[in-house]
């Protein structure tokens, strides 16, 4: 979506191409055939003609399936419908708000950006993923307890970093 809103026409065709998909698996679980891919180029049309006011600091797909639930209940009305979902599946009808998410995880990668490479791969591998110390001392050649030390001292380092107002650069 950024190159298309920076004028890449083919990286539009390819981004449209992609929508169609997950809008046609989106919409075929929700209504008749035909109503779908109606359905489908409404919700290709609407992001078509909003796509200036897609803020790019937030999550495409939740923007574009926001575009779509107002497609679906659009449908819905037209046909003065009521859908009868499984319970299992009722959180689809509602978009799923990861701003909150991606927010933090910018605010982590920024705060992360701060330290050096090796020590930022570390705090990334054992504290964001999940890899044990042993993994990490195996893959980068230390002993697990510098690699202990290294990532306590790098998580120190940024809250200090922190306490010292090191995030007024937002």
């Known amino acids: 979506m950024l190159a298309a809103?920076?004028?890449?026409?083919?990286?539009?065709?390819?981004?449209?191409?992609a929508l169609t998909r997950h809008l046609r698996a989106y919409f075929a679980r929700r209504l008749e055939a035909g109503a779908a891919e109606d359905?489908?180029?409404?919700?290709?049309?609407?992001i078509h003609a909003r796509r200036a006011t897609y803020d790019t600091a937030l999550p495409f797909t939740a923007?574009?399936?926001g575009i779509a639930r107002y497609k679906l209940i659009d449908e819905f009305r037209r046909v003065r419908r009521r859908a009868a979902v499984p319970l299992e599946e009722a959180a689809d009808l509602f978009g799923h708000d990861d701003t909150e998410?991606?927010?933090a995880r910018r605010d982590v990668n920024r705060l992360l950006a701060k330290l050096p490479a090796a020590k930022r791969q570390l705090v990334k591998d054992i504290k964001l993923d999940g890899v044990s110390v042993a993994e990490a001392a195996a893959r980068t050649g230390m002993s697990e307890s510098a690699v202990k030390v290294t990532v306590h001292r790098?998580?120190?380092s940024l809250n200090e970093d922190?306490?010292?107002?090191?995030?007024a650069d937002r």
């Open 39 to 46: 359905a489908v180029q409404e919700t290709l049309i609407a």
């Open 101 to 103: 998410e991606a927010i």
């Open 63 to 65: 923007w574009v399936f």
């Open 162 to 167: 922190l306490q010292r107002g090191g995030d």
């Open 5 to 17: 809103l920076a004028g890449d026409a083919a990286a539009y065709r390819m981004l449209l191409a």
């Open 154 to 156: 790098a998580i120190k």
